[in-house]
């Protein structure tokens, strides 16, 4: 099992910053993935940025440019550098993780989700 506690949520204004942090534990060892994901009211939860273990990164189009996300290993901690925001950005932010591995012939994937963090941005 993994868990995952998030930080760093909200209220700001448009074209400000902010910083989410999610601290893993438990059985990290083995994750593949860890990253963020939002949900805005009335719409269906949406990848924003993922980390792999070997560092490499990806991102939403809607915020390249503008998000960066990193990770500390020796804190067990991925953060979500979040600059230039838009009321678009509102949302509960849910950090992620995930073990891929194979069953037979069968790839499996295990996700585990923080208990999101709320970000509102104002206009």
């Known amino acids: 099992q993994v868990q995952l506690v998030e930080s760093g949520g909200g209220l700001v204004q448009a074209g400000g910053s902010l910083t989410l942090s999610c601290a893993a534990s438990?059985?990290?060892?083995?994750?593949?993935?860890m990253g963020w994901y939002r949900q805005a009211p009335g719409k269906e939860r949406e990848l924003v940025a993922i980390i792999t273990k070997s560092g490499t990164t990806n991102y939403a189009d809607s915020v390249k440019d503008r998000f960066t996300i990193h990770r500390d290993n020796a804190k067990n901690t991925v953060y979500l550098q979040m600059n230039s925001l838009e009321p678009e950005d509102t949302a509960v932010y849910y950090c992620n993780a995930a073990r891929i591995y194979d069953v037979g012939l069968t790839r499996r994937r295990d996700d585990y989700w923080g208990q999101g963090t709320q970000v509102t941005i104002s206009s």
């Open positions: 438990g059985s990290i060892f083995s994750l593949n993935y």
